[in-house]
């Protein structure tokens, strides 16, 4: 009896707290959204089901405890080898020919990084978090995940689980956050404007792209190239035409693989100790700042670039919204919402991916930029 009472008094269930409760229900949203609303399920259920096992008494499967979850967090993040392979399969994955058919939303895509610096010098001035830690809060702004993993495990470690659940929330989000953004700062007149039909690309330009920007970017901000250089080079296998089953594997089989990998040991940081924090709710608040004003940011970019465009020349300022990393999410929602105001008469889904893709570099770069001067 008295065996049996010492295997009750130890086992998970005796030792269950409030926290451990509390984050199996953070985990049971992230799931339910994941698989009932279809945000971001491949990486919200990994995340999702990674926290449970964090917060099991005992266990040791916590990224921050002695088991196999800690192996793969420093092994795979502490080491920033995980989040560069997940933008090599971007790399795979993304067409940059919207962008240089239309080199102009190049700058769309930088202007919707201004959410990460306005949230990063609110977050310091404001919640009173250190440079570090508002730097890799800030990055939030910009609905890159990997890009938010990969800064925060350098500049901010211990708010790892915070920062990845605010920036996969935020990027699954796009769809309900965006078009009361675009509603309020856009006129029936501007969402009307059809872009004219984009100038081909030639081959020669999307293979030389790809070893150029990766080149130069990497070159004027040697810290960003983890990122740029393997988004780039995974991008080159897209684009060469020879490399066939590389792209298959760093586009399929290895993205997917890395992706697991990634969120389980993302949610294995989402301990109660960790994560139910006055902290957290400050970098979830700060993170919807980020996001919104980046969102902002791209729109009125393009409003102004009108102002010195001819009538004819001029973008439609609603694929500013595109601007930021969620690719492709961004862009079809920008589409859905201008051909609903439209009635189906203007489609700018091709003009959006351009602003789109290179949010994905512009935030590549805003974490260079904040490791340069940081890290």
Known sequence: METFGHLISNSGFANLTIGNLGMFLIAGILIFLAIRKGYEPLLLIPIGFGTILANLPFG????????VMNVIYRSGIKTELLPPIIFMGVGVLTDFRPLLSRPLTFMLGAAAQLGIFTAALGSAFIFGFSINEAAAIGIVGGADGPTSIFLASKLAPHLLGPIAVAA???MSLVPIIQPPILRILTTKKEQAIDMPQARPVSQRAVILFPIITGSLASLAIP???PLMGMLMFGNLIRESGVTERLRKTAGGALVDIVTIFLGLAVGGTMD????????????LV???VAFSISTAGGILFAKIINLFLSEKRRINPCIGAAGVSAVPMAAR???DYVSKRTKGKVNPLMPAMGPNVAGVIGSAVAAGVFLAILG
Do not use: K, N, P
């Open 60 to 67: 040791e499967m916590g990224s921050y405890a002695d088991g």
């Open 168 to 170: 996969y929330s935020y």
């Open 223 to 225: 810290s960003s190239a």
């Open 272 to 283: 109660a100790a960790h994560f139910l924090t006055t902290d957290t709710i400050s970098i």
């Open 286 to 288: 700060m993170g919807g």
């Open 333 to 335: 929602v920008v589409q």
